[in-house]
């Protein structure tokens, strides 16, 4: 028995039954612990990030959560054990104001937003308690990712699976939302952190794996992220001056 709140074990997933992405995953992740997945277009970030939330069953291998095995559940049952994702392009509902999306993700797991469940999450976001009865539509990129992630934690998770938070972010809106994920992971929460933002990724994560073609190709300290030789297995080629 480990102290690891998440793991995963020779995980092997794909999009298509007997096409695998993943082959062989292994992690583990402990409670207020984040990591991070970088690795180049088509490497199987999404994939991954899918399958922990359970919109994808793992072909071969294991997920446990706090140690029970959990890879044949839903993914409805995922969110109400206490994963939660944020995925690629936020995905709010559009049409619907903040405190709607909020709503909306609390009835996701079974229960009504209360005030004070509202407060605390927008304690997080003090801008989303501010522009609560605006529509998702109108608010800012940074604003959507903040309410992206203020739906994750209306669902009161354990692990909080992140896909591409900072993918078209201004650097000013990284460096908050870094401080902001800090705060949040402080406070007990897991994050698995599918990031291509080398500053994000430093500013969070205690290591980070480099997912080639379904695989771990090695797992890093986010300070060796700038070694010329990690860069060059997770571009393919030699770095330059402004990659990652
Ligand atoms: N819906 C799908 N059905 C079948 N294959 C898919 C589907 N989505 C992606 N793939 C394929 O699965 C592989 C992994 O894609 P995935 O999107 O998981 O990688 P990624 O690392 O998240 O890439 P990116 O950084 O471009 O988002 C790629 O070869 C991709 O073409």
Redesign the pocket.
Known sequence: MTDDILTLESLTA???AD?P?LEGVDLAIAPGQAIGII????????????TIAGALAPQHGAIRLAGEDISATSARARVRSGIALVP?GRQVFAQLSVRENLVAAAYGVGRRLTGSAFGQVTEFFPILKKKESHLAASLSGGEQQMLAIARALVQSPQVIVC??PSLGLAPVAIDSLAQTLATIRDSGVAFIL?E?NRGLLEDLCSSVNL?DA?RIKMTVSPEELSRPEVMAAYLGHAPTADAL
């Open positions: 794909g999009y298509l096409v992405v690795g180049r277009n088509g490497a199987g970030k999404s994939c991954l990030a899918m690629e896909d591409e599918m291509q997912l379904g």
